[in-house]
């Protein structure tokens, strides 16, 4: 059975500098995607970026990145040049042909001013 | 705005009752998926629908039930409830099949649902 695990359940980061998010996850399919969520106090679920496993480049996003290592089975997301708005739960997701989504724990992400 | 819209926002019931939580997809989008998300917790993936056909279960009780209508609005039924049944229920859409897409889901708001 697919798994996420994200073993980082609270990350702090100085307002500007860069962080990273740590996810991992068990598969043995080879066709997949993987996605990052952030939920702000709001509680709104807004896709930050996605990774599609048969793509070898990593999938940027303004001052959001990857670092997909399929071999490794490892998703991080690096927020650069962080900002107060980022302050959110990050959720890891990964979705498969088999229809169902399945998310990591989730990060909670402080950020100081 | 995602496109995906949930009615309603909030709800306040007493333990016992029985209520119908409503999603409509982005335009488009076939599937539609139910999520729980007790408080501080993460997402408890309920349901999947696709073109009105039930898709993928998860940890969904016996209590609860859901449905996709020919419009693709779905509503998922929570009935018999109970004070542990309070928590924030997310519907989100995607285009669906293996091909038609690259899986993304969009989140509606969220109904939140308080038992008393």
């Known amino acids: 059975a697919q798994t996420v695990t994200q073993s980082q359940p609270e990350m702090s980061v100085q307002e500007a500098e860069t962080v990273t998010l740590s996810c991992t996850y068990d598969?043995?399919?080879?066709?997949?995607?993987l996605f990052w969520y952030k939920q702000p106090p709001s509680r709104q679920m807004i896709l930050v970026i996605r990774?599609?496993?048969?793509?070898?480049q990593n999938a940027t996003e303004n001052r959001f990145s990857v670092n997909f290592q399929k071999a490794a089975k490892s998703f991080s997301l690096k927020i650069s040049d962080s900002q107060l708005g980022d302050a959110a739960m990050y959720f890891c997701?990964?979705?498969?042909?088999?229809?169902?989504?399945?998310f990591g724990t989730g990060t909670r992400l402080k950020v100081l001013a | 705005d995602s496109g995906v819209t949930q009615t309603p926002k909030h709800l306040i019931t007493a333990t016992g009752q029985r209520v119908t939580l409503r999603c409509s997809p982005r335009?488009?989008?076939?599937?539609v998926y139910w999520y729980q998300q007790s408080l501080d917790q993460g997402l408890q993936f309920l349901i999947q629908?696709?073109?009105?056909?039930?898709?993928a279960k998860g940890n969904i009780l016996e209590r609860f039930s859901a449905q996709q209508f020919p419009d693709l609005h779905s509503e998922l039924n929570l009935s018999s409830l109970e004070l542990g049944d309070s928590a924030l229920y997310f519907c989100?859409?995607?285009?669906?099949?293996?091909?038609?897409?690259?899986?993304?889901?969009?989140f509606g708001p969220g109904t939140r649902l308080t038992v008393t």
């Open positions: 997701a990964y979705k498969s042909g088999t229809y169902k989504y399945i």
């Open positions: 335009s488009g989008d076939l599937s």
């Open positions: 629908y696709y073109n009105g056909e039930e898709r």
């Open positions: 989100a859409s995607s285009v669906g099949e293996v091909r038609q897409g690259s899986y993304e889901q969009y």
């Open positions: 990774q599609e496993a048969y793509k070898q």
């Open positions: 598969t043995s399919e080879s066709d997949y995607y």
